[in-house]
């Protein structure tokens, strides 16, 4: 039962632009998507539209999205960082992740088409805008050292040991992605297999609309 306090404060929120259908309906909707992680299977069992359960998803998700001033107060002292390979419809992408070892909350997440020295450079940077740890801790791959002489940020070089927890982010991402993209699925045609072409770009801008999803899953509701 979803409580009343919680749909009267909802209700004073701008979260959704039409009111046709009721708000706890809603909040179940985006419930259990997150449980679940497919549109479609959220639209059958609440027998609406799989583009109205889509919207919701989007809208409720643009009101959580974290933002750089509120992480910047946590006081993050160590910072995992890893990357990992994402395969689906035979093509290959590369999710970058960074965690709060200390609080096990992700801090950032981010799909590109590449990786290498300047895909590193752009994620660590984005990360730094955010928050200012006292140590990274990450592998040795050779993308990121130029990022990191770039950057200038004191690092420490660890193969286990405190960065299992990004792993088992990767593992619970990696989980819940594939049912979702079962749902929600870029279909390449032959022209359009070369990253930078229009279904490509579209198909990295579903993995990060996913991935806004997850850390409010990961970081707040499997708690």
């Known amino acids: 039962m979803i ?21 706890e309906v809603k909040l179940f909707a985006i419930a259990t998507y997150v449980v679940s992680s497919s549109v479609r299977r959220t639209a059958a069992v609440l027998g609406v ?33 890893d990357e990992t390979i994402l395969r689906y419809n ?10 709060d070892l200390e609080r096990n909350k ?3 997440l981010r799909v590109y088409s590449a990786r290498n020295s300047m895909t590193s450079h752009a994620f660590l940077k984005r990360v730094l805008s955010m928050c200012k740890p ?16 770039r950057l200038g940020v004191k690092v420490r070089y660890e ?18 992605a594939k049912i ?11 022209k359009d297999k070369k990253p930078g072409s229009l279904r490509w770009t579209r198909a990295i801008e579903c993995w990060n609309n ?11 509701a499997r708690r």
Not at 134 to 149: F, N, Q, T
Not at 210 to 220: A, I, P
């Open 210 to 220: 996913f991935c806004k999803m997850f850390m409010f899953y990961y970081n707040v």
């Open 106 to 108: 992700i801090i950032h």
């Open 3 to 23: 409580s009343s306090t919680l749909i009267s404060t909802l209700s004073s929120l701008p979260l959704f632009s039409r009111n046709k259908v009721p708000l």
């Open 90 to 99: 035979g093509k290959k992408c590369y999710l970058f992740a960074a965690i």
């Open 159 to 176: 193969s286990f040991g405190e960065r299992s927890l990004v792993e088992s982010v990767f593992s619970s991402f990696k989980q819940r």
């Open 49 to 81: 539209g799989k583009s109205s359960v889509h919207y919701w998803i989007t809208r409720f998700k643009e009101s959580l999205d974290y933002k750089p001033e509120n992480v910047k107060s946590l006081g993050i002292v160590r910072l995992g960082v």
């Open 180 to 190: 979702f993209f079962c749902s929600i699925t870029v279909n390449f045609k032959r």
């Open 134 to 149: 006292e140590e990274i801790v990450l592998d040795k791959g050779p993308w990121y050292r130029d990022a990191l002489c």
